[in-house]
């Protein structure tokens, strides 16, 4: 189907013109937990330009993830889907012919821009500029792709993306509204900060997590299996510096949770300070008013709760998102929502704010009424989950879940193991009640509505035997 004279119809019906066009800003950083924003009540960390966003905007507290892991998100925000349905529900390789919310908002006249971490194996597709890193890319003096060349950018990463991105708002073409992408590495794995960041945090005690020594009893088999533990599975690499000798038990889990979250924290700190430089520069262009800003990450992450690091889990830690979002006049200044919003949402609420029409096959919904604080009726109470990606890297089992605004049903699905929590009484997730005669009425209504979204969705298992090809790591392969 071309969209095209659609969306010219619509633009001419509405009386829009460019310059009446709001433009978007969208940061996103990788792997950034909400619990590591002061502003959602953190206490190991400060993040005041984070927290000036929340305080001009709206907080959303129940924005979740449809699938936790890098670059199946990055495909259900670009295209409005469901993994299934854009045909990434591991690290395979992004099909940029697809309809993305980029192409859309190109071809109705946006000057659209994407700069740094990109990782979906393919050239990014409908951006008049973009620079990404190839793959994972670097913290320090990282390669940057361009559609032309590949160079080696002296400095550290996150200023690097942010220094792009002004670039991009200085050489603008004015007469066009901008859809910009800046899309930060940090503060993924292995967490490096820059040297000032790192020798500020050298000292500093992160208080544990109450779920920190999680043995998970009454849990199914997956949490054991899984490789993704503070006390065990950090390396060398992640560790950076040798344990002090003699060091044994508890007290080497806290050593390591404290090497981990000083540098993972101190990454989050050039995260704050350069969405500060950034949202400043918008200032001084005079572009507050008219741009939708919103912050995210592409999914959470367990900062020692349960005793983990990572994400892929549907529990609580990993499945949710932080999400802010800023667009003077249209959402009041410190709000808050949670009404359930979803990643693939994103795609529909840009193409919403851009007064375009949001295509029919896209299974997000327009959440502008949820940010400006005017939910449409009947917007949804629950969320389908799955995740895919099995036995790397951490092996995660696969799973099926549904969240509603108060339980979580969880079905590994190869394994046949269940689980069920009541979030109103147990919100860190340390009660399995799947077992529990009295609670077995949930359990039956909560894999009824499961499977009634998993249809409503068609997610027919065609991916669930999916697995990265070996070898593939989000590399674009058009340049060496
Ligand atoms: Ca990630």
Same mark, same amino acid.
């Given at each position: 189907m071309n969209f095209l004279p659609g !969306?010219?119809?619509? !633009?001419?019906?509405?009386? /829009?013109?460019?310059?009446? $066009?709001?433009?978007?800003?969208?940061?996103?950083?990788?792997?950034?937990?909400?619990?590591a924003i002061s502003a959602y009540g953190g206490k190991i960390n400060r993040t005041p330009h984070l927290d000036q966003l929340a305080k001009e905007g709206v907080r959303l507290d129940r924005c979740f993830v449809t699938?936790?892991?890098c670059t199946?998100?990055?495909?259900?925000?670009?295209?409005?889907?469901?993994?299934?349905?854009?045909? &990434?529900?591991?690290?395979? $390789?992004?099909?940029?012919? /697809? /309809?993305? &919310?980029?192409?859309l908002l190109q071809a109705a006249g946006y000057h659209t821009g994407m700069y740094g971490k990109w990782h979906l194996g393919s050239d990014p597709t409908g951006f008049d500029q973009w620079k990404i890193l190839p793959g994972q890319g670097l913290y320090h003096d990282p390669v940057f792709y361009t559609a032309t060349e590949r160079k080696k950018e002296p400095g550290y990463c996150t200023d690097l993306i942010t220094d792009f991105s002004i670039d991009f708002l200085d050489k603008r073409p004015k007469d066009k509204p901008f859809f910009l992408m800046c899309h930060h590495k940090a503060p993924h794995r292995n967490w490096q900060p820059r040297a000032d960041k790192k020798a500020k945090w050298a000292n500093i005690e992160v208080p544990l997590p109450e779920t920190f020594d999680d043995v998970?009893?009454?849990?199914?088999?997956?949490?054991?299996?899984?490789?993704? $533990? &503070?006390?065990?599975?950090?390396?060398?690499?992640? !560790?950076?510096e040798q344990p002090p000798e003699g060091l044994t038990g508890r007290d080497l889990k806290i050593w390591k949770y404290q090497r981990y979250m000083r540098d993972y924290l101190a990454c989050v700190e050039s995260v704050d300070d350069n969405i500060g430089r950034l949202l400043d520069h918008l200032d001084r262009q005079g572009l507050r008013d008219n741009t939708l800003v919103t912050y995210t990450s592409d999914q959470g992450f367990f900062l020692g709760d349960h005793g983990w690091y990572d994400k892929r889990f549907m529990y609580e830690e990993s499945l949710k998102m932080p999400f802010l979002a800023r667009w003077p006049g249209k959402i009041k200044p410190g709000t808050t929502s949670g009404d359930m919003v979803l990643n693939v949402d994103f795609a529909p609420t840009f193409l919403a704010a851009a007064g375009l029409p949001v295509p029919g096959d896209m299974q997000g919904q327009n959440a502008l009424g949820v940010l400006a604080g005017n939910s449409p009726k009947g917007w949804r109470t629950d969320m389908y989950y799955r995740y895919y990606h099995y036995p790397a890297d951490h092996r995660v089992q696969?799973?099926?879940?549904?969240?509603?605004?108060?339980?979580?049903?969880?079905?590994?699905?190869?394994?046949? /193991?269940?689980?069920?929590?009541? !979030?109103?009484?147990?919100p860190r997730e340390m009660r399995n009640l799947i077992h529990e005669p009295e609670q077995q009425a949930k359990a039956k209504e909560l894999k009824e509505r499961m499977l009634a979204l998993k249809k409503e969705l068609g997610d027919s298992d065609q991916f669930a035997d999916q697995q990265p090809p070996s070898g593939v790591d989000g590399q674009p392969r058009n340049r060496k």
């Open positions: !969306l010219v119809t619509c !633009l001419l019906a509405c009386g /829009q013109g460019p310059a009446d $066009r709001p433009n978007i800003l969208f940061i996103m950083t990788d792997d950034h937990a909400a619990h699938n936790s892991i199946p998100s990055r495909a259900a925000i670009l295209t409005g889907k469901y993994s299934h349905k854009n045909g &990434v529900p591991v690290f395979n $390789r992004f099909d940029g012919g /697809q /309809q993305t &919310v980029a192409k998970y009893t009454g849990k199914s088999d997956a949490s054991r299996e899984a490789t993704m $533990r &503070v006390a065990d599975h950090l390396t060398p690499n992640d !560790l950076k696969p799973h099926i879940g549904v969240r509603t605004l108060t339980h979580k049903l969880i079905h590994f699905n190869k394994i046949d /193991q269940w689980e069920l929590y009541d !979030l109103t009484t147990d």
